[in-house]
């Protein structure tokens, strides 16, 4: 079965928006954190948000204690927003164009006109804006509607932002036909329309559509809706589990959208489903990547390319390797089951797998546990000290910000007890191995940030302010350190320009993930591996030249 993944569905930019407040006031501990109203159309966003202590304010007269409130996406009237604010700090989560809709209002009334907007009368959006036309405001769901309007003399109308382009269209002509003096202006969002378009074309290439989203979400029932007018079969569902997966196995092709309320986390648990049930590559890779043998891989390949460059493999190092891969398997799978609740806020089909896989998980520490201290002592016993030294700081360092430099250390650890003395090329091979390790690290933050979950607050994004441009802005810095330290080694020998592919990878893994591809975050880790891959490889080629 072929499964096509909309490019673009999941959060918008002004869902997204409200989102990452709600995280930043979690990261600042504001509590207590209310959101007015329910933050999106989706229970297992709200769900996640009330583990989290959040909780929803749903009249602004209420008496709970003052905290932080957020204002969602949609907005609200500018009296409540007042009485609001009386109370708590507000922190305000209406998006732009939904800001600029309002303006439109204030405008056309502060001008003497009346507004007319064409939407869903009972959408928290519309009610914002009423909110701005002090009475003059007039709600038109379909054509039905038009009968009772009051007579319009100079009037604009306006559209929801997630209506549909035809109806407002169609309503909007039947307006202005009956009272002349109106103006449009098409305020429907863009990123509504290009959600609806999509289907639209994906319609085209598939037997069936799985549109995922809340049942009450406006702009997710709209797009099933499209694809059931495009004569498709299709299933509108909350979670994975209500996939009928026999019946939908029958099917050639299937595409996968979501509602913009719809979280990227959710979208992954689906995709995850319908591969899990159907490609045998996609489960090997999910356990390379799930238990751990992907990041103990990254880091021992880079080791072992550093190994390249100053002793060739032999059966000693053999041993160092192992009680290194051994060692990285014990600090991963440890760290699995201790982050298993932050896995459940950000990357729920992680979560899920190793609540499945506990067992193995715990098996393979007791193996790893006793592969490390064999291969260890066989290598020499001092090496095993320095490892339960690692162990020990990284169960420190575990829940701090600073635990990003775990990664580095061990490297570097490792590399200065054993080669204390190296020349200028060593240490400048040394420092491109760094680079690549703190650009992994950015890297898979820049994926699992765009999960669209709750990321834990020892994450570098939460210092970054959950601002993804620094995160990006970052890793190509560390691109450019990359190609600018690779200088002088082809200064040294002409053939290190071999090197630079590295960073050429590099920025194609930067252009991956910012293109933020929709449910291919299994995908997307385990690309990973094609830098400490390369590295090793061109550390064999180098050593004999
Ligand atoms: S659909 Fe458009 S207008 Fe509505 S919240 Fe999303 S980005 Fe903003």
């Known amino acids: 079965m072929k499964i096509r993944i909309a490019k673009k569905a999941g959060f918008c930019m002004g869902v997204r928006r409200a989102v990452n407040l709600v995280l930043e006031a979690l990261n600042k501990k504001k509590y207590p954190i209310y959101t007015y109203g329910p933050l999106i159309h989706n229970p297992q966003t709200l769900e996640l948000l009330n583990k989290l202590g959040v909780k929803i304010i749903k009249d602004f007269k209420n008496d709970s204690p003052s905290g932080v409130c957020i204002i969602r996406a949609h907005g609200i009237p500018p009296q409540e927003k007042e009485e609001l604010s009386k109370k708590h700090e507000i922190l305000d989560g209406t998006c732009p164009r939904v800001l600029k809709v309002q303006a439109l209002a204030k405008k056309a009334i502060s001008e003497g006109k009346e507004v007319v907007i064409i939407g869903d009368k009972e959408h928290a959006e519309i009610k914002g804006i009423l909110g ?5 405001g007039y709600v038109v769901s379909s054509f039905e509607d038009l009968k009772n309007l009051p007579e319009l003399k100079n009037y604009v109308i306006l559209s929801q932002t997630t209506q549909d382009e035809k109806l407002f269209q169609e309503i909007s002509q039947a307006i202005l036909k009956k009272y002349l003096k109106g103006e449009i202006i098409n305020t429907i969002c863009k990123a509504t329309e ?5 289907v639209r074309n994906l319609s085209k290439m598939v ?20 694809a059931k007018k495009e004569g498709k079969k299709v299933y509108l569902i909350e979670k994975p589990e209500e996939i009928p997966l026999e019946e939908i196995k029958k099917e050639k092709s299937v595409a996968i959208t979501a509602g913009a309320s719809t979280p990227n986390w959710l979208i992954n648990e689906v995709v995850d489903f319908l591969k899990s049930h159907t490609s045998k590559f996609y489960l090997f890779l ?17 080791f072992w390319g550093f190994l390249n460059f100053t002793y060739p493999l032999n059966q000693k190092n053999f041993f160092l390797l192992l009680s290194l891969f051994s060692f990285l398997m014990l600090k991963y799978n440890l760290e699995n089951l201790q982050n298993l609740r932050s896995f459940e806020f950000y ?30 002592i066989l290598y020499h016993p001092k ?23 775990m990664e580095p250390l061990i490297f570097t650890a490792l590399i200065l007890f054993f080669y204390p003395l190296f020349n200028l090329s060593f240490f400048l091979i040394f420092l491109q191995t760094l680079f690549i390790l703190i650009f992994l690290h950015l890297y898979f933050e820049s994926v699992y940030s765009q999960t669209d979950g709750f990321l834990p607050s020892n994450f570098l994004f939460a210092l970054l302010g959950y601002k993804e441009e620094r995160l990006y802005k970052l890793m190509l810095f560390l691109i450019f350190l990359g190609v600018i330290f690779t200088l002088p080694l082809i200064f040294i020998n002409k053939f290190f320009i071999i090197l630079l592919l590295l960073w050429l990878f590099a920025y194609k893994l930067y252009v ?34």
């Open 207 to 226: 037997s069936s559509i799985i549109v995922i989203g809340g049942k009450f979400s406006a702009n997710t029932n709209r797009l099933a809706e499209i």
């Open 512 to 545: 991956f993930s910012k293109n933020r591809p929709l449910g291919q975050i299994v995908y997307l880790e385990n690309l990973s591996f094609i830098l400490p891959f390369t590295f090793s490889l061109l550390s064999i080629i180098l050593s004999y030249v």
């Open 383 to 405: 090496v095993l000290a320095l490892f339960i030294v690692l162990l020990i700081l990284n169960q420190a360092l575990f829940r701090s910000l600073f635990h990003f430099i």
């Open 132 to 136: 701005y036309c002090q009475n003059k």
């Open 347 to 376: 990357y729920s089909i992680k979560a899920i797998f190793i609540k499945k896989h506990e067992k193995l998980i715990k098996f393979l520490l007791l193996f790893f546990s006793l592969s490390c201290a064999i291969s260890s």
């Open 194 to 198: 290009v959600r609806q378009n999509e």
């Open 286 to 302: 999910k356990h390379f990547s799930f238990l751990s043998f992907l990041h103990s891989f990254n880091l021992v390949l880079l």
